[in-house]
Structure formats: C-alpha cells, structure tokens
C-alpha cells in the first residue's frame, strides 16, 4: 500500500513570497490533516478535511494560510505571504474514516525555510 | 485549552538498558492516546496506542500505561537497541470526537551501543 505522498520535500523561499505544498493520501482515506511542526517541537493541526469539507481550522493564520481539498482527494496548503516564522516542517497525514482509533499516516513532510 | 505535556526532553540510555517516557493530558475527556516514532527526515510512524478502557497494553518490547485519575500515560521501551533511537512523542485525543490530535513537544532516545 502506498504511503502518503508530498511534495517538494524541501523548499527555501524568501519573506514575502509564496509558497505551496501538495499532499496525495493514501488511497480511499476519507480524512485528511494539515501539521505544522517547528524545531524541536510536535507537530501542531493547521486544517483537517473529511471528503472536501473542512472540519477543523481554528488553528489555521487565515490571513495567510489557505488549503483545500477538491474532489476529496489530493490537497494543496498555500502560505502568502510567507513570514520568518514559517520556517516549519510541513506534514500530511491521512486518516481512513471516522473512528478516531483509526491511525493517522504521516507523510515525509515538506521543510520550508524562509530567508 | 486542550494541553499535553512530555517529559524528559532528551534520554540518552544503554543498550540494553529500559527507557520510560511520561506524559500528561489536560482534558478529562479524552479517550485515546497515540504515541508515534519519528526518525530523522521522516514523518511521524504510530508505534503502539491505549484508549481510556485499559490500562495498560504491550507489543514486544515496547508497552504503554495509562492513569486516567491522575491523567497520566506512559512509553515503556525495554532491551533498547540502537535503531529505537528517534524522536517520540505521545499524543491525545480531544473530547471533540473530530480526530485531532494534541502532541507533546517530544523525547529524543539515544541508545547508545
């Protein structure tokens, strides 16, 4: 079974530009969670979809953070524009359904250094 | 708020040697506790997990307790080798019931051979 899938794995940008990631979950995973994990920290919810409907985005910067989901499948989080502060690891996870037992798969993550 | 603290930072043990990880939680309604393993350049991997009903729950090597009075839980890792080295972290679920996760800040296990 693949994993999820994320894209760039790295990415170095300067303030005030922009910046997006891409997430593919595993296949048939209704739920799927946007983290943000700094240094030396866990990671921290950003946005979390079931299907293509958002479920949770309290934690999300709205001023400058959008994500969506189309179709219910793939995922893109959009940073514009970027401060220092976003330097992060930015992680995809997935989930099966609606059972919170259900593990959640991590990606690889995608790290955003902003210069 | 929804809170989860993890201690020790860091824990350097022996191969061989036992390690222990704590944590605690700060809503009482929470149902389901997660730890995850993450190695350098990776994402989170899910090691082992406990809900509110039991107390306690092993798999090989590596166990995990749970004292929902004192809102405790714990990592037990036993005979460690050098590949447990990486970064743990223990999670919560909320009361919500929406699946989000509250993750401690992390211990860094170094095994040393």
């Known amino acids: 079974e693949a994993g999820v899938a994320q894209s760039p794995r790295y990415k170095i940008i300067e303030k005030r530009q922009s910046v997006a990631f891409w997430c593919n979950p595993i296949?048939?995973?209704?739920?799927l969670y946007w983290y943000q994990q700094i240094l030396g920290q866990g990671p921290k919810l950003l946005i979390q979809?079931?299907?293509?409907?958002?479920?949770?985005d309290s934690q999300l910067p709205k001023d400058r953070f959008s994500a969506e989901r189309l179709k219910g499948v793939d995922s893109t989080l959009k940073i514009q524009p970027a401060k220092l502060e976003d330097s992060a690891v930015y992680l995809c996870?997935?989930?099966?359904?609606?059972?919170?037992?259900?593990?959640?798969?991590f990606g690889p993550g995608t790290r955003l250094t902003v210069l | 708020g929804e809170n989860v603290e993890q201690h020790p930072s860091t824990l350097s043990v022996q191969e061989g040697d036992s390690a222990v990880i704590k944590c605690t939680y700060s809503?009482?309604?929470?149902?389901?506790f997660p730890w995850y393993k993450q190695e350098l350049g990776k994402g989170p991997q899910l090691i082992i997990d406990?809900?509110?009903?039991?107390g306690e729950k092993k798999d090989q090597r590596i166990a995990v307790t749970l004292n929902k009075t004192a809102k405790h839980f714990s990592l037990h890792i036993t005979e460690t080798q050098p590949e447990d080295s990486a970064v743990y972290f223990c999670?919560?679920?909320?009361?919500?019931?929406?699946?989000?996760?509250?993750f401690g800040q992390g211990t860094t296990l170094q095994v040393k051979p």
């Open positions: 296949s048939g995973h209704a739920t």
């Open positions: 809503d009482s309604a929470s149902n389901y």
């Open positions: 406990i809900r509110s009903n039991v």
């Open positions: 999670a919560a679920y909320g009361s919500s019931n929406t699946g989000k996760l509250i």
């Open positions: 979809f079931q299907n293509n409907g958002v479920v949770d």
């Open positions: 996870a997935s989930r099966l359904g609606g059972y919170i037992t259900d593990t959640q798969y």
